[in-house]
């Protein structure tokens, strides 16, 4: 099993800059595929992004390709998400999950088995 904990979210306008972690324990960190998602007001959770277990591979919805980048520190048992040029709609809780199955379908949640708790996000226009 592992346990996930996000930090860094807060309130920012729109235009600026944030960045994300979730810190990993209790169990062999790169054994994992982690993911970020996020669920906004009213709307299901979707998926933002994902990445492999050595940080080679990395996969994006297309609603924050080119302004979001997710990155992974084995060796800090942490992963990282930096959002730039944030918008409105960005806002939401955004969560960590981690899978041990493999990146097949990685914007599925349902292939997650661990989740954080979820940081808040909010961009103001």
């Known amino acids: 099993q592992v346990q996930l904990v996000e930090s860094g979210g807060g309130l920012v306008q729109a235009g600026d800059s944030l960045g994300l972690s979730c810190a990993a324990s209790g169990s062999t960190f790169s054994r994992y595929y982690m993911a970020w998602f996020r669920r906004a007001p009213g709307k299901e959770r979707e998926f933002v992004a994902a990445v492999n277990r050595y940080g080679g591979s990395t996969q994006y919805a297309d609603s924050i390709k080119g302004r979001f980048t997710i990155s992974r520190d084995n060796a800090k048992n942490t992963i990282y998400l930096q959002m730039n040029s944030l918008k409105p709609e960005d806002t939401a809780v955004y969560y960590c999950?981690?899978?041990?199955?493999?990146?097949?379908?990685?914007?599925?949640?349902?292939?997650?088995?661990?989740w954080g708790q979820g940081t808040q996000v909010t961009v103001s226009s």
């Open positions: 999950a981690a899978r041990d199955n493999g990146m097949y379908h990685a914007h599925d949640l349902s292939g997650y088995a661990y």
